[in-house]
């Protein structure tokens, strides 16, 4: 067994949250053999649910949880972790616009960035999934400079596992069978699913999928998923994005699978003509907890017109909260 890893969770009283922290209390993250102190991080009115949290954690006697934190605050909840789920924000309430959004939970990363340079361990790790959740993680790593580039980063897994369960049920295939399925841009509907350059058994999509499909529903579809879910349930997608939320980390913690790559939102340096600093999601692969943009694919003017917009839509977002970047 290895010594226990320090996991915070924000929002832990949440409805990802609540999905979330008994799938990493399973080892669904780390794995068998890995046992983890859970940090729960919330505000303060929502402690109170906390508490049944904790205690329903408790109460499933999770071989590998060695521990469960609670605070009200980031400075303490990030005290010592090597791994951060930034969950913690506010949803979008009806008639708020995007911008409202922004506005209304960029403050929240700003104190999140600092008490992650000064509280968290040296080694950590943390995925953003509050929406808007590239530029929530661009105004975390702008104020938490102390640690090294990329540690920030922020998830469009979420929109990659439902591109690919897209095609693997228009095509007739299992998940597994389809590979490469990259998002690039921001996790909101301008954000494109390449799937030009995916797979199903290791041949183009192409080959088999018509082009009218993949132009029309399937991008619409995936674009939209998030409001269908609303509608059907009456709540957003809460499961599907605390496992996607592990799918993320788990991808940084083992790494890529050999030929394989996973969409993650990074700083941009420039690649594919996206402007270098922000918060971009591409393709990477990862080897020793490090990422690697996969450059070099060639993308046809449809591409890289929806590559741009979704950048333009990132530097509007940066720019609305120029305020808040250290
Ligand atoms: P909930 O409203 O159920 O839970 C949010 C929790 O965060 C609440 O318990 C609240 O008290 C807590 N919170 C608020 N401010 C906090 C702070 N400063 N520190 C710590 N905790 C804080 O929302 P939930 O459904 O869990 O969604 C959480 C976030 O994930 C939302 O911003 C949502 O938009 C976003 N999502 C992101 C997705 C993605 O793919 N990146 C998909 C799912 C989801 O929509």
């Not at 409805?15 to 102190?37: H, S, V």
């Not at 990259?182 to 999509?205: C, E, R, W």
């Not at 922000?278 to 692969?285: A, D, H, K, Q």
């Not at 449809?302 to 741009?308: D, G, R």
Request: charge should be negative; proline fraction near 5%.
């Amino acid at each position: 067994m290895n010594s226990p890893l320090r996991v915070a969770v924000t929002g832990a009283a949440g409805n990802i949250g609540y999905a979330l922290l008994f799938r990493l209390a399973a080892g669904d993250c780390y794995g068998m053999e890995q046992p983890i102190i859970l940090h729960m991080v919330e505000i303060p009115p929502a402690m109170k649910a906390l508490e049944g949290v904790a205690m329903e954690l408790s109460d499933a006697a999770f071989p590998l949880l060695h521990g469960i934190e609670m605070a009200d605050n980031p400075n303490d909840g990030f005290k010592g972790v090597n791994q951060a789920f930034l969950v913690g924000a506010m949803p979008r309430g009806a008639g708020m616009e995007r911008a409202d959004l922004i506005q209304a939970n960029g403050p929240i990363f700003v104190a999140q960035g600092k008490a992650l340079e000064s509280a968290a361990a040296a080694d950590v790790h943390a995925v953003v999934v509050g929406n808007p959740c590239n530029t929530n993680a661009l105004i975390c790593s702008s104020n938490a400079r102390g640690l090294p580039a990329g540690r920030i980063t922020a998830m469009t897994r979420l929109d990659q596992n439902r591109a690919v369960s897209q095609l693997a049920n228009k095509a007739g295939v299992l998940a597994s069978d389809i590979g490469r399925m990259a998002v690039y841009g921001n996790h909101s509907p301008t954000m494109f699913p390449d799937f030009l350059h995916a797979t199903i058994k290791g041949q183009p999509v192409a080959d088999t999928l018509d082009q009218a499909w993949l132009e029309g529903d399937f991008m619409t579809t995936v674009a939209k998923r998030g409001s269908a879910i609303i509608k059907a349930r009456g709540a957003s997608s809460a499961a599907s994005a605390a496992s996607a939320a592990i799918d993320h980390m788990k991808s940084v913690w083992h790494g890529t699978a050999d030929g394989e790559w996973v969409s993650m939102a990074v700083p941009s340096r420039g690649e594919y003509s996206v402007p270098a600093g922000l918060i971009y999601s591409y393709p990477v692969t990862i080897s020793n907890r490090a990422y690697q943009i996969v450059e070099g694919i060639e993308h046809g003017q449809y591409a890289q017109k929806k590559i741009a917009a979704s950048a333009d839509e990132l530097v509007r977002e940066r720019d609305l909260v120029a305020d808040l970047l250290a």
